[in-house]
Structure formats: structure tokens, C-alpha cells
């Protein structure tokens, strides 16, 4: 009864003086006398490197003539797929997608469609690459535009990098970030004399996956795809019995 008197005593020393340093270092406090308990908010930090890379890229061609189209596109599409294999990308890495096909329609002089006529066909194909090999595939993704110059148009999109292994890190920095919220509330509690007791209750937040060196977070969680280095951050907010 002594402990828990003087605990109810500190807690206003302990939010002036102690929580300021935690809340600015990112942690959240909370202390309810009532039930005497204390809710700290743990997190965990690891930087880490993609090890998965998808690139996709779109071959279009457009002619008069459906035949036309057609044929341009395949001929497009096998020097592309060419390309990637002389530059070492297997051929079960590539994978090309069935042809979309889009007419197009002339208009008369009230800009209206004439829709029983078709004046030219576009049509196009998706390549796309799934690779572990980030390094290269992220040359070839730059080095594409390449093709120009052997006449085939290619809309490039931005490699997606991604981290195969994140289900087991989740777990570890959960763990993690659990173990930094009882050291916040043992610290915390210490400095008005009283003793963390047991684990109350755990939530865990979402992971935050973001470009190195960011912190930003969002409610639904951040899952950053465009770098190949990246800081994953995980929160848990845990409380305490206070003795």
C-alpha cells in the first residue's frame, strides 16, 4: 500500500519529467490510477534489402488494319522478349500476357463516334519479369528504352522490390517491440518508486514498411514497393499491472 501511495504521489513528477523523453522518442504513455495500470507503446526498427523484384513493361502497336496490328505487336513482343534473354534472364522468369485489343472509332462533325466503323486497332501485350536477381533486373529495367532505337515502343514501368521474408521478421520485431514497451514502463514506473507487475493486455499496430530512413505511418499501414532498401517498423501497446 506504501508503493502504490507513493506511485499515485510521482505521477504528475512522471509526466513532466519522464514521459516528455519517451513521448519524444515516439513511445506512448498512459497511467490509470484507478486500476493501476500503465500503457506504454514499444517499437522495433530493422532496416532491410529487397530480395524479390517484379518489372513489367507494355508492348503496344496500332494500325489500320486489325492484321496489321497484330502482326507489328508480334514482331514488338519477340524482340523484346529477345532482348531479355541476351541480357541473361531466363525463359520460365518471363511471362507475357494475352493481347487487349482496342478499336477505335471515327467521329462525325458533332464529334460523335461512328461506331460500325473502325478507323484503326490498338493493341498491346504485358511482359512482365519475377526475379531474386534485383541488381540486374533493375539495369534492364533502365537499359530498355534500348529497344527505341530497333524500333519498338516500350512502356516502362517501375520495378516493384519487395522482401520475401517478412512474415517471419513480423514476428521477431513484435517481439521486439513487446520487450521495448516493458523496459518504457519498468523505466517509467522506477522513477516514482513503484514496480511494472504483470502484462495486462497487448495489441499489436500495423507494419509500417517505408523507404529508408523514413517514419511515416499511416492507420492501414504503409507497404513501400519502389526502393530496394527499406525501414520496417512495428509497434505494440502493452499494459502493466502497477505494484
Given at each position: 500500500?506504501?508503493?502504490?501511495?507513493?506511485?499515485?504521489?510521482?505521477?504528475?513528477?512522471?509526466?513532466?519529467?519522464?514521459?516528455a523523453a519517451w513521448i519524444g522518442a515516439g513511445a506512448l504513455v498512459r497511467i490509470k490510477t484507478q486500476d493501476q495500470t500503465i500503457t506504454v507503446t514499444g517499437s522495433a526498427r530493422r532496416q532491410i534489402v529487397?530480395?524479390?523484384?517484379?518489372?513489367?513493361?507494355?508492348?503496344?502497336?496500332?494500325?489500320?488494319?486489325?492484321?496489321?496490328?497484330?502482326?507489328?505487336?508480334?514482331?514488338?513482343?519477340?524482340?523484346?522478349?529477345?532482348?531479355?534473354?541476351?541480357?541473361?534472364?531466363?525463359?520460365?522468369?518471363?511471362?507475357?500476357?494475352?493481347?487487349?485489343?482496342?478499336?477505335?472509332?471515327?467521329?462525325?462533325?458533332?464529334?460523335?463516334?461512328?461506331?460500325?466503323?473502325?478507323?484503326?486497332?490498338?493493341?498491346?501485350?504485358?511482359?512482365?519479369?519475377?526475379?531474386?536477381?534485383?541488381?540486374?533486373?533493375?539495369?534492364?529495367?533502365?537499359?530498355?528504352?534500348?529497344?527505341?532505337n530497333q524500333g519498338v515502343l516500350l512502356e516502362s514501368h517501375d520495378p516493384e522490390y519487395r522482401y520475401t521474408k517478412l512474415g517471419d521478421l513480423k514476428i521477431q520485431m513484435l517481439a521486439e517491440a513487446a520487450?521495448?514497451?516493458?523496459?518504457?514502463?519498468?523505466?517509467?514506473?522506477?522513477?516514482?518508486?513503484?514496480?511494472?507487475?504483470?502484462?495486462?493486455?497487448?495489441?499489436?499496430?500495423?507494419?509500417?514498411?517505408?523507404?529508408?530512413?523514413?517514419?511515416?505511418?499511416?492507420?492501414?499501414?504503409?507497404?513501400?514497393?519502389?526502393?530496394?532498401?527499406?525501414?520496417?517498423?512495428?509497434?505494440?501497446?502493452?499494459?502493466?499491472?502497477?505494484?
Amino acid at each position: 500500500m506504501h508503493d502504490k501511495g507513493r506511485f499515485l504521489s510521482g505521477v504528475s513528477l512522471a509526466i513532466g519529467l519522464v514521459l516528455a523523453a519517451w513521448i519524444g522518442a515516439g513511445a506512448l504513455v498512459r497511467i490509470k490510477t484507478q486500476d493501476q495500470t500503465i500503457t506504454v507503446t514499444g517499437s522495433a526498427r530493422r532496416q532491410i534489402v529487397s530480395d524479390s523484384v517484379v518489372w513489367r513493361a507494355n508492348v503496344p502497336s496500332q494500325a489500320a488494319q486489325m492484321n496489321d496490328t497484330y502482326k507489328q505487336l508480334n514482331e514488338n513482343v519477340t524482340k523484346v522478349v529477345a532482348y531479355l534473354k541476351s541480357k541473361g534472364v531466363a525463359s520460365d522468369q518471363i511471362v507475357v500476357s494475352s493481347v487487349s485489343t482496342l478499336p477505335f472509332h471515327p467521329r462525325n462533325d458533332k464529334g460523335i463516334e461512328i461506331l460500325d466503323t473502325v478507323s484503326s486497332y490498338k493493341m498491346s501485350q504485358e511482359i512482365s519479369i519475377r526475379s531474386v536477381d534485383v541488381e540486374k533486373i533493375t539495369r534492364i529495367s533502365r537499359d530498355a528504352t534500348a529497344l527505341i532505337n530497333q524500333g519498338v515502343l516500350l512502356e516502362s514501368h517501375d520495378p516493384e522490390y519487395r522482401y520475401t521474408k517478412l512474415g517471419d521478421l513480423k514476428i521477431q520485431m513484435l517481439a521486439e517491440a513487446a520487450k521495448d514497451a516493458k523496459i518504457r514502463a519498468t523505466q517509467i514506473a522506477a522513477s516514482t518508486g513503484a514496480k511494472v507487475g504483470a502484462l495486462r493486455s497487448a495489441r499489436m499496430g500495423v507494419l509500417q514498411i517505408n523507404p529508408a530512413g523514413s517514419s511515416e505511418t499511416s492507420s492501414e499501414g504503409n507497404n513501400d514497393i519502389k526502393s530496394i532498401e527499406k525501414d520496417v517498423i512495428a509497434v505494440v501497446t502493452c499494459s502493466f499491472a502497477v505494484e
